[in-house]
């Protein structure tokens, strides 16, 4: 058995769990996106508010995700990484 299995898997591990904290961290912009939006829409008749506000709002939740929410995590996955590396 190699030793470093246990750190492998420990390291997908912590991949998995950081990219469902990314894509699952936040969804407040999006919301908040989609109620802006809502009036614009139903004054001009058209979903294209609508849309933009869901994907600036996505947009949105994914950057915060990424910077602030999970970057401990990100931090912890890029010194295991230099770890392996230098064994």
Same mark, same amino acid.
């Given at each position: 058995?190699?030793?470093?299995?246990?750190?492998? &898997? #420990?390291? &997908?591990?912590? #991949?998995?769990?950081?990219?469902?904290? %990314? @894509?699952? !961290?936040?969804?407040?912009?999006? %919301?908040?996106?989609?109620?802006? *939006?809502? +009036?614009?829409?139903? #004054?001009?008749?058209?979903?294209? +508010?609508? %849309? %933009? !506000? @869901?994907?600036?709002? !996505? *947009?949105?939740?994914?950057?915060?995700?990424?910077?602030?929410?999970?970057?401990?995590?990100?931090?912890?996955?890029?010194?295991?990484?230099?770890?392996?590396?230098?064994?």
């Amino acid at each position: 058995m190699n030793e470093d299995e246990p750190s492998l &898997k #420990r390291l &997908k591990e912590l #991949r998995q769990t950081y990219s469902e904290c %990314v @894509f699952s !961290g936040s969804w407040i912009f999006t %919301v908040v996106g989609l109620l802006a *939006a809502l +009036p614009l829409g139903l #004054r001009w008749k058209s979903y294209n +508010p609508l %849309v %933009v !506000g @869901f994907l600036a709002g !996505g *947009a949105g939740d994914l950057y915060r995700s990424y910077h602030y929410i999970c970057s401990p995590l990100r931090d912890k996955i890029k010194q295991m990484e230099e770890q392996l590396h230098e064994d």
